[in-house]
């Protein structure tokens, strides 16, 4: 063709042979459909290399630079299209609003737990910062799917955090496509060239402003009426012509405003979410989305190299480490810390430990960037492929075995963990479940003050963080002001919050009998409000020396430990404690016992 654009026939043929025995294999070994299709393109990339002539040409332009045939990179991105497509169809108004506190606080302390985890890598093996950007995006992305699929093998769908924490993953999708969007801007729109990083990324917020307030007004508004017109359309075939001409369309808009194109097939898919077509549309283009995004994951295992696999290792393992600390440790602490009880905050904990789909677009994406010469955009993209592959792929395998052992595990940290640390958490999470989990009724009172001053805390850590990141003293110094502040506004409406909650408390469930509620009902919003300037103090840290910041968290953290010690030795009654202790002991374990009757069953 005059074009230089050319069908490979046979090199479609190997990638979808490649996809069918991927999903096959992981179908008979009941693992994820996305580890058979990175695992079958990873070894077809592997017989590229050893039979160029035979197979490698009909693979990729360029076999030693893993650069893709045109028609099969076409194919990845209409897969990356209908795979963000379904996602936003899943979304929806409705379902962020009933995620609630507890889904936001969990996705928000989740994604910042992981993105530091991402740059302590990138710090320690040396990775500029635009590859640490995306690197510690892959690690930050849990699996929905394979959170979802575990859930339902385990028959856990219906325990009180399996929904908080399904919610806490449709929020942290939303912000996603923020995050990506702000990559895009900044990193793709020639801010690291021109040394304009602010002015890149003004232009991002542009047109990302533009392209959501459309989505945004055909979700609200245009949307009911414009789906009537849809349900006219009775034949089938009209029918999907018209919903793909939508979807493609939807990316052509983002594309033209300078964002990744499969913003725009996510929010196109959110604006159908709440019709009365979308199941009609899933049913019409679902065969769409198995065909190309099996492409797009083979494909992504296609280019990861063997030779870049044994330089990413050490990150692979970090990566590992770090998710398996944040998710069963950290995040259970939080939910520990928000109301959940120890055995919910685990499995919560387990359940967000797979990597999959979300995290290697990011890695595709940033894999994929190229400057306007066609050299790689970022220093170390050929290093993402692996690290999200092996990420993926171990992660996986991790997920049903993390959700099993979650109770004994939160066994176990009971038994292993001082008294006065988990008295710590008991009591800020006895002070916060009224104020987190619980759903206001209508006529109670609003605390509009610790509505607004966490929006404006969040707002000026983020601003914190770019500061840092491009080094920008001023805007550094500017969000870590805002954030003390916030945090010094909240401590007196947090306090009576608090009071409030802790009237009457009784922590028996948790092991403790209380003699001196004052003593606790003092110690909880001022260890809560202490915890709250770790992101404030760790990127103010930070921009001295990367390798102060993790030790100046962990000092943080032992103050407010040090406090829960003090108020432990002056609440608790001791002889009650024990009591309660051997009560809760007896409990768990007949929990124990009806979990393994249970999963011999399953």
Not at 30 to 37: A, E, K, L, T
Not at 149 to 175: H, N, P, Q, W
Request: net charge positive; charged share 15%; with cysteine.
């Amino acid at each position: 063709m005059s074009s230089g654009f050319e069908v490979d026939f046979i090199g479609l043929a190997l990638v979808f042979l490649a996809a069918f025995l991927g999903a096959f294999s992981a179908n008979r070994m009941r693992q994820s459909m996305i580890v058979g299709y990175i695992a079958t393109g990873l070894l077809l990339g592997i017989v590229a290399v050893q039979f160029p002539d035979s197979i490698g040409d009909h693979l990729f332009d360029e076999l030693e630079t893993r650069t893709m045939r045109p028609s099969l990179e076409l194919m990845a991105d209409l897969g990356l299209t209908f795979l963000l497509f379904f996602i936003g169809l899943e979304f929806s108004v409705t379902k962020l609003k009933r995620a609630g506190k507890p889904s936001l606080v969990i996705a928000i302390s989740h994604l910042a737990f992981n993105m530091f985890a991402g740059a302590l890598i990138g710090a320690i093996f040396g990775w500029d910062w635009k590859s640490t950007f995306f690197l510690a995006a892959v690690l930050s992305m849990s699996s929905l799917g394979v959170a979802a699929k575990s859930l339902i093998e385990l028959r856990r769908l219906d325990r009180e955090e399996t929904e908080y924490m399904l919610g806490a993953m449709i929020v942290e999708d939303f912000m996603t496509m923020i995050l990506l969007t702000l990559a895009m801007g900044t990193v793709a729109a020639g801010a690291l060239a021109s040394e304009n990083p602010g002015g890149a990324l003004m232009e991002s917020v542009k047109g990302a402003l533009i392209v959501y307030s459309i989505f945004i007004a055909l979700a609200l508004w245009l949307m009911p009426y414009l789906s009537r017109y849809f349900e006219r359309v009775k034949n089938d075939e009209v029918f999907t012509l018209l919903a793909l001409a939508c979807v493609l369309g939807s990316a052509a808009l983002a594309f033209y405003y300078g964002l990744p194109f499969m913003i725009g097939a996510f929010f196109i898919g959110m604006a159908f979410s709440e019709t009365r077509i979308s199941e009609r549309l899933q049913l019409r283009l679902l065969s769409f989305r198995d065909a190309f995004v099996a492409i797009f994951f083979v494909t992504f295992g296609l280019q990861i190299a063997m030779d870049s696999m044994a330089d990413a290792i050490g990150p692979i393992i970090l990566g590992i480490a770090f998710v398996l600390f944040n998710e069963m440790f950290l995040v259970s602490s939080v939910a520990y810390m928000i109301g959940f009880n120890s055995r919910g905050a685990a499995s919560l904990g387990a359940s967000l430990l797979g990597r999959g789909g979300d995290s290697i677009l990011f890695a595709s994406i940033g894999g994929g960037l190229t400057n306007p010469d066609g050299t790689k955009m970022l220093p170390k993209s050929e290093q993402l492929y692996p690290f999200s592959g092996g990420l993926s792929l171990v992660t996986n395998f991790m997920v049903p075995l993390a959700i099993r052992k979650s109770v004994p595990f939160a066994v176990g940290m009971g038994n292993i963990l001082p008294k006065w640390v988990i008295f710590s958490g008991a009591a800020i999470g006895r002070a916060m479940r009224p104020a987190i989990i619980h759903r206001r009724q209508p006529g109670e009172p609003r605390e509009l003050v610790l509505t607004a001053l966490p929006i404006v805390l969040v707002v000026a850590a983020l601003v914190s963080i770019y500061g840092a990141m491009f080094s920008l003293t001023e805007l550094t110094l500017a969000g870590a002001t805002v954030s003390l502040v916030s945090l010094v506004a909240m401590y007196f409406p947090l306090k009576r919050l608090m009071a409030r909650t802790l009237a009457g408390a009784d922590l028996s469930s948790a092991g403790f009998k209380i003699k001196r509620i004052g003593a606790v009902a003092s110690y909880a919003p001022v260890a809560t409000v202490v915890l709250l300037t770790i992101p404030t103090v760790v990127t103010t840290v930070w921009f001295i020396e990367w390798w102060l910041a993790p030790l100046a968290a962990l000092m943080v953290v032992m103050i407010v430990l040090v406090m829960g010690a003090g108020a432990y030795h002056r609440s608790v009654d001791r002889e009650g404690h024990h009591r309660a202790k051997q009560h809760i002991n007896h409990h768990l374990k007949e929990q124990k016992s009806k979990m393994r009757e249970r999963y011999r069953k399953v």
